[in-house]
């Protein structure tokens, strides 16, 4: 369960944020693909195949679960075998960033049937895509949202009200994440600032703030935030911060000079460009 945050600054255009919020400790590879003649950057989750980022159009898709209350159910629980949960969705997003406009890749993800809070944006346009199967049904709403509005979304529907949690802690967590977001995106004025909103915790309850962490108190099921996201399509970069993760990357084949888009790794709340630099980065913030 996730947080996606978005806000037009004057400097850097449209600028998406996401919290991805897990029950096990993903591994995730940065990728760039180069079929279709498309420059594709996204990060790959290694066991359910998610997908999300950026093309060289200056495309950008990020996406929060908020399906069917069934489909909430079964994502809250942290699988069994990863190699049995390919993201259906993930491919989708990989197929909508082959798409050269924001409209044509809104059009894709509502061919291909694509679930949940998805907001698809470039550096002047921002389009937000609310989508479940309801029974049996495909039902979506589609707002682009002015430049003056912010737009925030977690794990439940409001322009399709039936969309994700509805009741109890679930449905209040997803509430309070979404207001705190808002509140402290009112202010921002960079892209820091905008991690900065998704970076807010509560230590004495942590499921019910932007950032989770793990209560290790508690002995039942939670979800933590795995990393932070930060896509600008006006610069055409993606930008992640390993938490309780583990990503793969290679600079020197992710950031050639020749590339339309680039890779920065976040660190220490500082968005930070490495030069010449490959491993294998595993960060731990319990």
Same mark, same amino acid.
């Given at each position: 369960?996730?947080?996606?945050?978005?806000? #037009?600054?004057?400097?850097?255009?449209?600028?998406?944020?996401?919290?991805?919020?897990?029950?096990?400790?993903? &591994?995730?590879?940065?990728? *760039?693909?180069?079929?279709?003649?498309?420059?594709?950057?996204? &990060?790959?989750?290694? !066991?359910?195949?998610?997908?999300?980022? &950026?093309? $060289?159009?200056?495309?950008?898709?990020?996406?929060?679960?908020?399906? +069917?209350?069934?489909?909430? *159910?079964?994502? =809250?629980?942290?699988?069994?075998?990863?190699?049995?949960?390919?993201?259906?969705? !993930?491919?989708?997003?990989?197929?909508?960033?082959?798409?050269?406009?924001?409209?044509?890749?809104?059009?894709?993800?509502?061919?291909?049937?694509?679930?949940?809070?998805?907001?698809?944006?470039?550096?002047?346009?921002?389009?937000?895509?609310? %989508?479940?199967?309801?029974?049996?049904?495909?039902?979506?709403?589609?707002?682009?949202?002015?430049?003056? =509005?912010?737009?925030?979304?977690?794990?439940? !529907? &409001?322009?399709?009200? !039936?969309?994700?949690?509805?009741?109890?802690?679930?449905?209040?967590?997803? =509430?309070?994440?979404?207001?705190?977001?808002?509140?402290?995106?009112?202010?921002? +004025?960079?892209? @820091?600032? /905008?991690?900065?909103?998704?970076?807010?915790?509560?230590?004495?309850?942590?499921?019910?703030?932007?950032?989770?962490?793990?209560?290790?108190?508690?002995?039942?099921?939670?979800?933590?935030?795995?990393?932070?996201?930060?896509?600008?399509?006006?610069?055409?970069?993606?930008? #992640? @911060?390993?938490?309780?993760?583990?990503?793969?990357?290679?600079?020197? @084949?992710?950031?050639?000079?020749?590339?339309?888009?680039?890779?920065? /790794?976040?660190?220490?709340?500082?968005?930070?460009?490495?030069?010449?630099? %490959?491993?294998?980065? $595993?960060?731990?913030?319990?």
């Amino acid at each position: 369960m996730c947080v996606i945050a978005l806000k #037009y600054l004057e400097k850097y255009g449209w600028v998406g944020g996401k919290n991805r919020d897990r029950a096990y400790k993903p &591994i995730v590879h940065i990728k *760039k693909s180069f079929r279709r003649d498309t420059e594709r950057l996204f &990060i790959w989750d290694d !066991g359910t195949k998610w997908t999300e980022g &950026i093309n $060289e159009y200056g495309v950008g898709i990020i996406s929060a679960a908020s399906g +069917s209350p069934k489909e909430m *159910k079964k994502d =809250e629980k942290a699988p069994k075998d990863l190699e049995k949960l390919q993201s259906k969705d !993930g491919k989708r997003i990989r197929t909508a960033l082959f798409e050269k406009t924001v409209d044509s890749a809104l059009k894709q993800l509502i061919e291909d049937n694509v679930i949940g809070n998805t907001a698809i944006f470039s550096g002047e346009k921002c389009v937000l895509l609310e %989508s479940a199967v309801m029974a049996g049904e495909y039902k979506y709403e589609t707002r682009e949202f002015k430049k003056d =509005e912010i737009l925030v979304r977690t794990n439940h !529907g &409001i322009v399709v009200p !039936g969309m994700g949690y509805q009741h109890g802690d679930n449905r209040k967590s997803s =509430e309070v994440r979404r207001d705190m977001t808002i509140e402290k995106l009112e202010d921002a +004025s960079s892209p @820091k600032d /905008v991690l900065d909103a998704l970076s807010q915790v509560d230590k004495k309850d942590p499921q019910f703030a932007p950032l989770r962490k793990v209560d290790k108190s508690s002995s039942e099921m939670q979800l933590w935030t795995s990393g932070q996201l930060i896509v600008m399509p006006k610069e055409k970069s993606l930008h #992640y @911060k390993p938490l309780n993760s583990k990503v793969e990357f290679d600079l020197n @084949k992710l950031n050639s000079e020749d590339h339309k888009t680039k890779f920065e /790794v976040i660190s220490n709340n500082n968005l930070l460009e490495l030069r010449g630099v %490959s491993g294998f980065l $595993e960060f731990l913030e319990l």
